[in-house]
């Protein structure tokens, strides 16, 4: 089916309002609590205790995930997730899975920006620069995951959806930092207990697991791609000349451990295949910081043996996701 004509669902945003709010609430009382009730793990990876907690902690509880049915329109239906990280956070996202799907679909989890959410990224709440990827990896047989990160708008511009939630995501930041954590690692700590939870499900084959991020999005999939081996494939958007970056001080590790850049994280990735994509008039990330990241994450690529499993591409465009799908096709390649 063609997408441009297809019929594609959209909602108002207050009907998905409940899951931002319970989400936000969660994080406020672990900000309180913190973790003290689970023991360091002395093998976390480097890049785990750097971020720090629940990354770098023993945690036994298995992850919950229940469902409810949002809608189905002409290329897929539409679930929202529920999926407990801890048993006291509640992570949410949609789920999207193609029409007349038959047998374990390859998964894609696809991360929104700064200021989105999952719905703005399908296209439910308005007009978004996502240039429809959702529904361009569904046309490609991806079931697609896309979490939500406490990073919506609320006032903070006018031009794009007002969700009613509020939260101060730099003081939350403040708090699980003095309590061992930090806001970026409990954020990535919820999107790989997210690949635990749907490893149970049949119908998707998280052997097949690839991720794209836009933005924000493309630092913390890039960040878990690191982490987290399962991930097969990932394509990054508008964001490679991150971590070190003074808009966004909750990027920063905690007190005592080194800063790490773009190129550092995405070396932690090889002999994984990445795409890496900016734009050439991106005005948030200009490419020039791009292109000397890519040197640090190609030598590492190339030292083991795996230099054409490394992309970067500059395409003629600005913060925004490319309607090419280069990145997408990039994704449904194998045996790279």
């Not at 205790?49 to 539409?78: F, H, M, N, W």
């Not at 991360?111 to 978004?128: D, I």
């Not at 896309?146 to 939350?172: C, E, M, V």
């Not at 030292?303 to 600005?318: L, P, Q």
Request: some cysteine.
């Amino acid at each position: 089916m063609n997408i441009i004509h297809a019929s594609l669902y959209t909602e108002s945003p207050e009907l998905s309002e409940q899951a931002r709010r319970e989400y936000a609430r969660s994080i406020e009382a672990l900000a309180h609590s913190g973790f003290s009730s689970y023991k360091i793990d002395p093998s976390a990876a480097p890049l785990a205790k750097a971020l720090g907690a629940p990354l770098d902690r023993i945690i036994t509880e298995k992850p919950s995930l229940s469902q409810e049915y949002v809608a189905a329109d002409d290329i897929c239906e539409i679930f929202r997730l529920r999926i407990t990280a801890l048993p006291q956070l509640p992570f949410y996202g949609l789920m999207f899975i193609p029409k007349n799907a038959k047998g374990a679909l390859p998964l894609c989890i696809a991360a929104h920006g700064h200021l989105g959410t999952p719905e703005l990224m399908y296209g439910m709440h308005g007009k978004n620069g996502y240039s429809g990827i959702i529904h361009r990896l569904i046309s490609k047989g991806f079931a697609v995951f896309a979490p939500q990160f406490l990073i919506w708008n609320y006032g903070f511009s006018p031009a794009k959806p007002h969700y009613s939630t509020t939260y101060d995501r730099l003081l939350l930041d403040e708090k699980l930092k003095k309590l061992g954590g930090g806001i970026i690692a409990l954020e990535i700590f919820c999107l790989i207990k997210s690949i635990d939870a749907l490893s149970s499900v049949r119908a998707l084959d998280v052997a097949n697991l690839s991720v794209c991020g836009m933005s924000y999005g493309a630092f913390y999939t890039m960040r878990a791609m690191a982490l987290d081996r399962r991930i097969q494939r990932g394509y990054f958007m508008s964001c490679f000349d991150g971590g070190l970056d003074e808009r966004f001080p909750e990027w920063r590790f905690r007190s005592g451990f080194e800063p790490m850049r773009d190129g550092e994280i995405a070396a932690l990735c090889s002999p994984r295949p990445i795409y890496i994509e900016v734009g050439r008039y991106d005005d948030i990330f200009p490419p020039e910081g791009a292109q000397r990241e890519t040197q640090t994450a190609y030598r590492t690529y190339k030292a083991d043996g795996a230099k054409d499993s490394f992309n970067f591409h500059i395409w003629n465009g600005a913060h925004l996701v490319n309607p090419d799908s280069l990145g997408i096709d990039f994704l449904m390649i194998k045996g790279l």
